[in-house]
Structure formats: C-alpha cells, structure tokens
C-alpha cells in the first residue's frame, strides 16, 4: 500500500512562493506518475499538475505558467513549485499517485495523502 505524506502547506500573502512536497513510501507505483490536486472552501477537488514517468506534465488553465510540478525519483519525492500566489489558490493541496498518463482525472489515480493547507491572503 502506498503511503503519501504532504508537506510545505502554510499561509502566504498574494504573489508570494511555495513548495509543497510529497514524500511516497510504502508501494512505489513503477509508472511514476503522480500529481497533485487542491479543494477549496466550497468547491470541487481540482486537478492542479500531474507528472509521467517520462516527465511529461499537465498543468490546470488557472496556474500554467505559475506552478511547476517536478520529482525526485531517488528520494520518491513530488514536488509542486508555486509562484505568483493568488487568494484564489487557497485550498488543501493533495498529492496523488497511481496514474499512468499525466491527465488531471482524479479517477486514474490510486492512493491519496491527507492534504496540506495553503491560504494565500490578498
């Protein structure tokens, strides 16, 4: 069973920087590919970037060009590089692991962390 441990949420104000990681142990998919999703107050869980195994990414509209989704395959550590903070980025980021292609469908992925929270404040 893959366990997925969050960290480096906190709170920041607007165009500030974060890294959240993501530290994987337990089973290790072979595929590599994970991602990381957010769910603000009152609103559906968003995909936010995912990553292959080949380094191939996807990023959500709303933070292309702002974030920066990255692995360190040695470590089995994802990361997820967050610059020009919005108040609109406020949520509880997730890490996800499991998928095979980096698409942000919630459904193809199979182990989930806990969360960490990230309050952007204007």
Known sequence: QAQLVESGGGSVQAGGSLRLSCTASG???SSRCMGWFRQGPGKERQGVAAIDGDGRTEYADSVQGR????????????????TSLKPE?????YCA?????????ARNFGAWGQGTQVTVSS
């Open 27 to 29: 089973y290790i998919y």
């Open 67 to 82: 974030f920066t989704i990255s692995q360190d395959y040695a470590k089995n550590i994802l990361y997820l590089q967050m």
């Open 89 to 93: 980025d406020t949520a509880v980021y």
């Open 97 to 105: 692991a499991g998928c095979q292609w980096a698409v942000l469908r």
